[in-house]
């Protein structure tokens, strides 16, 4: 499998990112190092470090500032994880307890906070007030979408421009950051950056909708949590508002999306809404909107120089819209 090659090429720098996370997470609070390190050893992709590595190959920048950046984006990726789950009442994350499920939210909030603070702590290693402006622009807009999404829970009028924007902000832009970073902290020119951004946001938006599709079709043991999670939360994704537009299926849905929302025999709307959404062609057509941002994500890539690294990122654009895990 051509992914499996890319993290080979890159393992040891993976690993050394590895153990600057756990050297972030350190403190002399022993219930704070045990939280963090809790998601930590969770394990994950970390794909946004990933980027980060595969894009600084575009410039000539020292190991240790692109280590930085890699770090502090994925810290900053799980402190998001830690206050989804409380948002969302999660019990689990990837097969594990949630920090929340473990503790409690109060304790997974300020976990999630410290993460945060990590984060912006570790990446003031690089002098560079570029860096500084992008991340925390990026960190504002993550914001905004997580509360827009708060804002629209179990709202079935909401429009797909509405998904697509909220998407953008929670985990495309961070995802766009990682790939212009690296650029940034490899000192690549700045056609490269641009480049690289542009990438970044549209495998972003291919990589969340897909996240969304097998949200309604894979299992508990592929997903790491209940299957139906966001629609059981009020989240409604683009194959949900798919099937919303169809005049032959909206009475019936918006009805078992209400009664999931006052949980009036919860566990059955849910049951029938993924039914309703699964033979609409929501799931179809949120695929072939994933192929088309991951497109663009291939011609963003087309000014760039040819080389593995290059096909490296086309093939992590491809597996981000087609991705069966």
């Not at 291939?298 to 290059?310: F, I, R, S, W």
């Amino acid at each position: 499998m051509r992914l499996t090659e890319i993290y080979l090429r890159k393992r040891e720098e993976l690993e050394a990112v590895e153990r600057a996370l756990e050297e972030a997470v350190l403190s002399d609070r022993e219930l704070l190092e045990e939280t963090s390190l809790h998601l930590l050893k969770a394990g994950g992709k970390r794909i946004r470090p990933m980027f980060v590595l595969l894009s600084s190959e575009f410039g000539r920048g020292d190991p240790e500032r692109v280590r930085a950046v890699a770090v502090g984006i994925e810290l900053i990726h799980m402190a998001t994880l830690v206050h989804d789950d409380v948002i969302d009442d999660a019990e689990t994350r990837r097969g594990r307890e949630t920090v929340r499920s473990k503790w409690d939210n109060r304790i997974a909030m300020y976990t999630g906070d410290y993460l945060l603070a990590k984060a912006l702590s570790v990446v003031t290693k690089l002098e560079d007030p570029r860096v500084h402006r992008v991340l925390s622009g990026v960190i504002v807009r993550m914001c905004v979408g997580e509360i827009e999404q708060i804002r629209l829970f179990f709202q079935i009028d909401q429009s797909v421009s509405d998904y697509l924007r909220r998407i953008r902000r929670k985990t495309a832009l961070l995802i766009a950051a990682s790939c212009g970073l690296g650029a940034l902290a490899a000192q690549a020119s700045e056609e490269a950056y641009r480049a690289l951004y542009a990438y970044g946001a549209f495998v972003g938006m291919a990589f969340q909708i897909r996240d969304d599709v097998l949200d309604l079709t894979g299992s508990e043991r592929e997903l790491g949590k209940p299957p139906g999670s966001d629609l059981r939360q009020g989240n409604l994704t683009y194959p949900v508002l798919y099937a919303l537009q169809r005049q032959d299926l909206r009475g019936r849905l918006t009805d078992a999306v209400e009664r999931i929302r006052n949980g009036l025999h919860a566990a059955e709307a849910l049951e029938e809404a993924l039914a309703i959404v699964r033979s609409s062609g929501g799931l179809e057509a949120a695929e072939s909107l994933a192929d088309r941002y991951v497109a663009k994500a291939l011609d963003a890539l087309e000014g760039l120089p040819d080389g593995t690294t290059k096909r490296d990122l086309a093939e992590i654009a491809k597996f981000a819209g087609r991705r069966s895990f």
